[in-house]
């Protein structure tokens, strides 16, 4: 892996073993987002910060990005990538919340935010993307992407079709809540909170065999981050399967298929603040 985090640092590992798979799907929208070579853009929630150091790329040399998020131990990973990938200069890390972000009005030309804000599970969607437009100069673009779907069981669409209707698989939607927070209703939001021509595209990753090791590893994380917690809300049978295609130590793991094929899907929400 290209980004050495230790294992024993587990949400910061997993962020950095999914760049694998996650890279081209964050390329696809930064092109679609065609951030103004020079201009200043906030990464809010920025994890270790892969996803500010592509944008940063993208502006160019006279442009920002400030990734923006509540684990100053995320952070500290942040800034050693950045000087890693000769980027200090370019990027910076700031230490703070979301919900009050800690820059004044109309600080940044776009803000967007990767897998954070947007699940209303974890954070009230219409304040935090409010807060997002506050800090983003008129015209500029906020932008929300979140993971949204994937088909990783080739050969058992049965079997995936029953993980992908459990709690853990809805997640991070949550049984039970307003269909209106599903995070899929995003347009919604943005209308309501008066954001202009909002926008969203599916974006789509897929991988094949052979697989390299570092994807290997990744999409082993994946499984067990969509479903390795499911164990309570499956048949002891759907478990065991789910188990004998999981596991790498598995004469059936799925990713020793030598046909393996799976894809991921990513929806990538945009509008403009107004004039
Ligand atoms: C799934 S990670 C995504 C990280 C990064 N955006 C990426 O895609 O690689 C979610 C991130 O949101 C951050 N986060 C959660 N709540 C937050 C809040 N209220 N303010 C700032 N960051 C927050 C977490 O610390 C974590 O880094």
């Not at 230790?6 to 390329?27: F, G, K, M, N, V």
């Not at 987002?33 to 160019?60: Q, Y």
Request: aromatic share 10%; hydrophobic share 40%.
């Amino acid at each position: 892996m290209e980004w050495e985090v230790p294992e024993t640092d587990p949400y910061a590992y997993s962020l950095a073993l999914a760049h694998a798979w996650r890279e081209p799907i964050l390329a696809d929208a930064i092109q679609d987002l065609d951030p103004l070579p020079g201009s200043r853009g906030l990464d809010a929630g920025c994890g270790i910060g892969l996803p500010a150091l592509m944008l940063a790329e993208a502006v160019g040399p006279g442009g920002h990005v400030t990734g923006l998020d509540i684990s100053p131990r995320f952070l500290a990973y942040g800034e050693r990538f950045a000087e890693q990938a000769g980027l200090s200069e370019r990027v910076s890390f700031k230490d703070g919340d979301v919900r009050q972000v800690p820059f004044n009005d109309a600080s940044f030309d776009s803000a967007w935010s990767v897998d954070c804000v947007g699940y209303a599970a974890i954070l009230e969607p219409l304040p935090t993307i409010q807060e997002l437009a506050r800090v983003v100069k008129p015209g500029g673009v906020v932008a929300l992407l979140m993971y949204s779907s994937q088909q990783m069981l080739p050969g058992y669409p049965e079997l995936e079709a029953r993980l992908n209707a459990t709690p853990a698989g809805i997640g991070p939607f949550k049984p039970g809540m307003r269909p209106e927070r599903h995070y899929y209703r995003a347009l919604g939001w943005f209308r309501e909170l008066g954001l202009e021509a909002p926008t969203v595209r599916a974006l789509v990753g897929s991988v094949h065999a052979p697989l390299s090791e570092d994807l290997r590893l990744a999409l082993a994380g994946l499984l067990d981050m969509r479903w390795g917690g499911a164990r309570s809300e499956l048949s002891p049978e759907d478990w065991a399967d789910y188990l004998r295609l999981s596991q790498p130590d598995s004469p059936e793991f799925v990713l020793n298929l030598p046909d393996y094929y799976a894809f991921f899907t990513y929806s990538l929400f945009q509008g403009r603040v107004a004039r």
